[in-house]
């Protein structure tokens, strides 16, 4: 082998080496993404001032000013919903894994005399 190949097949392997190291390097002090999965939001309808639902999408179900309407939403197996109406916290009881479609309403208040 000539003097120039051996040059450039040691220049590749050092190249080679360099590159491997800034990746490893890359790889290991990189920060994490900060991304939104979209299995940390939650997908319900809401009703509007005009009493018609769209649909709401948060990382948490509306607690102020709204109410789940326990008639209309379901539950796909059977699940059942309630709402405690102090803490406005929403339980599911069911025996299967459960997907359910919730409507909120705005909630009422009884007029003060």
Same mark, same amino acid.
């Given at each position: 082998?000539? &003097? @120039?190949?051996?040059?450039?097949?040691?220049?590749? @392997?050092? !190249?080679?080496? !360099?590159?491997?190291?800034? /990746?490893? =390097?890359?790889?290991?002090?990189?920060?994490?993404?900060?991304?939104v999965h979209s299995r940390n939001r939650?997908? =319900? #309808?809401?009703?509007?001032?005009?009493?018609?639902? +769209?649909?709401?999408? /948060?990382?948490? @179900?509306?607690?102020?000013?709204?109410? !789940?309407? !326990?008639? &209309? +939403?379901?539950?796909?197996?059977?699940?059942?919903l309630s709402q405690d109406s102090e803490? &406005?916290?929403?339980?599911?009881? +069911? /025996?299967? +894994?459960?997907?359910?479609?919730? =409507? #909120?309403?705005?909630?009422? @208040?009884?007029? &003060? =005399?």
């Open positions: 082998m000539g &003097k @120039f190949k051996k040059k450039l097949v040691a220049t590749c @392997f050092v !190249l080679t080496i !360099l590159m491997m190291g800034v /990746s490893l =390097y890359s790889l290991f002090n990189a920060e994490p993404k900060k991304t939650i997908a =319900y #309808f809401i009703q509007d001032e005009s009493g018609e639902y +769209s649909l709401g999408l /948060s990382e948490e @179900f509306p607690k102020e000013g709204y109410v !789940l309407n !326990l008639e &209309k +939403s379901t539950c796909k197996n059977g699940g059942t803490t &406005k916290l929403i339980s599911m009881r +069911s /025996s299967y +894994s459960e997907q359910c479609t919730l =409507y #909120f309403d705005e909630e009422i @208040f009884p007029a &003060k =005399y």
